[in-house]
């Protein structure tokens, strides 16, 4: 039957629907006008994403009003500018020298357009280079050009990047001048109008700005992450690249960099000691700007998409810079949040608990406060809330990371009654690729010294296949290959499943006994296929990798395991994930020396091809195949100086029961180069020996004969 004849692009109609209906009851806007040389991506009074978020703030937040209207670049100044950016993102420059040069003829470019700049999407991206290259006067006097107007600044869609560039960049600043006063015995300037200032009093005069909007700034998408990063300069913790992404920068958020200059390798920041003004302003925020509000208004904010986030710095920074008795305090934020003392079922803070276990945005909160609370406070919240619920907990896809954290903490009794109960939990857990939880599990027993048996029979029996245990399972390796005999890279993918079971077979391998034995001979009775598609694939190679370099790989099992991948070392040292599984095998052939040699045989075959390829040249030189090319005698030397002198014995030649005809095949089976050089090398010394020997007897009994004539002729 034929099908109705239909246009496509019916979401188009509807919107374009949507917008006739809208212009209709709309009231007329005021279009604004432009002149012919304007910067089109520069943001105007009206622009709709200053507005936009205003109604995610909580309670009516004091908002800071409009932003102003700063000007725009003229066509000419947009050119200029991006082509300064340009150059500095090459970094092509004449040494230090020419480029603060030219930075100084930016900055006299840029005079009175700093604004105009930070707020164009075009050119806001040289600001954050500016800053990162800059020296710290020119920090202090791009701070004062901002003075006044961050308010506005950090809750702008491309200003606000260049506050947390700037902020990151004042806070060495900061240190140098505290740990350093001499840097603050300036020479007379010869502008009698200059007035010195310290980059501290900037930070500090900019929080006066900031804290009447704080609880706006919380809950905006682009001036929270400015406000996360503050506290933490004013704090002096370390910012570490791991909580950068998670929660103070956002996930979209663009790495501007300038290569080969030192100061902006990255953005991070190392624990470092801050003048006290800054411990006591983060103190006041906490007091006055947020656990002052009432306990209705913390939960609300701990569900919030945006505040929650916020409010975790914040109650991390409070437990940990100002010490766990903090928690004894009535005004304190983590009061606020749990006021109750102590916490039992059908109060307010039970209530709350109860709420941010199963929430997606609200358990991350729940995190922080049991990974950073007091002792007495956490067993108040362990024994009540999760004592009994460890196996139900670990169940589910969002609690089950709260219960990650209780397992953090917890002693070695209650961490063994905590065991039984998840351990009932595994098959149900693997069946729903939910396998994080058994990670931490098993780290934890082994850091608090848990026999872990009941965990290995009940993975033992969750991965149960026709050869027992199968560890292609936990990696989930997917479909065979294909009729060529490669890997069906459509199904090689790395997924969140793949991840989380290459995680758990690597926790595994690091625990001595029973586990680890599962994965080792797992490992075995894979064959060569599919340790060669373990080897291809990006999540899964990983757990090779362990394996081989793992203290608790016997010698047998390394040498089978790497005799599986002889005949694909040229490939696999080709391949981005087989390539470290290859480097790998450099560690993992630690006492077996012929091994190591006869790899490098391989990879010498191939040398063309590695040499070709980026990843294979990475093999090539991790392996030393130039050493090993130019001078063999000295890279075999030292390969079995690092892997072990005595080199490699499959089987010891005394005591030998095997049968003869084993014995005969043994002794004629194909040898290689190697072998064959160490035979000819062992016949030619021993027939030195035997020729030595004979010799010295010729001429013992020479001279035998010679004592006996003389005897005789006297």
Known sequence: MPKENRKRGRREEAKKRKRDHDDHDAAPKRHKQTSPHHDPTAAAPGDDEQHV????????????????????????????????????????????????????????EANGKELKIAH??????????????????????????????????????????????????????????????????????????????????????????????????????????VLRLLLVVLSGAPLEKENLKSALHSKRKEKINVPGADNTRDYTLPKRQVPQSFLDALEKIINDGVASQDSSYLHLLATHPTGNPTL?????????????????????????????????????????????????????????????????????????????????????????????????????????????????????????????????????????????????????????????????????????????????????????????????????????????????????????????????????????????????????????????????IGELALDPAGSHAIDAVWKGTQGLAFIRERVAEELAENEGALRESHVGRAVWRNWQMDLYKRRRSDWVQQARYTAGNDGFQSFPEQNDTASPFVQSQRANRHMSAIELARRKHAEAKAAMAKKEALENKKEASHSRNEGGDSVAAH
């Open 53 to 108: 978020f205003q109604d995610d703030a909580i309670g009516g937040a004091t908002h800071p009003g409009e932003t102003p209207f700063y000007g725009m670049l003229d066509e000419e100044e947009q050119e200029y500018f991006k082509k300064a950016d340009e150059l500095l993102e090459l970094n092509d420059f004449d040494g230090p020298e020419g480029r603060a040069l030219f930075l100084q003829n930016v900055y006299k």
């Open 120 to 225: 164009s999407q075009s050119c806001s991206r040289l600001m954050e280079r500016l800053i990162l290259l800059s020296s710290p006067q020119q920090l202090k006097d791009l701070f004062q050009k901002f003075t006044g107007e961050f308010i506005h600044l950090v809750h702008h869609r491309f200003a606000s990047h260049c506050c947390e560039t700037l902020f990151i960049r004042a806070a060495h600043v900061v240190t140098e001048e505290h740990t350093k006063p001499d840097l603050l015995q300036t020479p007379p300037s010869s502008d009698p109008n200059e007035i010195f200032v310290t980059m501290e009093d900037l930070f500090l005069h900019t929080l006066d700005e900031l804290v009447p909007y704080l609880s706006f700034y919380m809950t905006n998408p682009f001036a929270s992450h």
């Open 312 to 568: 975790q710095t914040l109650l991390k920074l409070e437990l940990t810079q100002f010490g766990k008795s903090r928690a004894r305090d009535e005004k304190s934020l983590i009061r606020r949040l749990l006021p109750d003392d102590p916490i039992k079922e059908g109060t307010e803070s039970a209530s709350f608990i109860n709420g941010l276990v199963y929430d997606t945005i609200g358990s991350r909160l729940l995190e922080t406060i049991i990974e950073n609370a007091p002792g007495k406070l956490f067993k108040a919240i362990y024994s009540e809330f999760f004592k009994q619920r460890m196996g139900s907990l670990s169940r589910n896809e969002i609690a089950s990371y709260v219960a990650g954290k209780v397992l953090e903490r917890l002693g070695k009794d209650d961490l063994e009654e905590a065991m039984r109960q998840i351990a009932e939990q595994i098959p149900g857990l693997v069946e729903r690729n939910r396998t994080s939880i058994i990670k931490t599990l098993i780290e934890r027993c082994v850091v608090r010294g848990v026999n872990t048996t009941p965990i290995k029979n009940q993975l033992e029996t969750a991965y149960k296949g026709a050869n027992g245990f199968e560890l292609s399972r936990m990696l989930k390796l997917g479909e065979g290959p294909a009729d060529d005999g490669k890997t069906n890279h459509k199904h090689e993918q790395s997924s969140p499943d793949k991840i989380h079971g290459s995680l758990l077979a690597q926790a595994m391998l690091a625990v001595p006994g029973s586990l680890s034995k599962l994965i080792f001979d797992s490992f075995l009775n894979l064959g060569e296929q599919l340790t060669v598609r373990v080897a291809r694939s990006p999540t899964a190679s990983r757990t090779l990798q362990a394996a081989l370099t793992s203290p608790n790989a016997s010698l047998i099992f390394r040498r089978k395991v790497i005799q599986q991948l002889y005949g694909h």
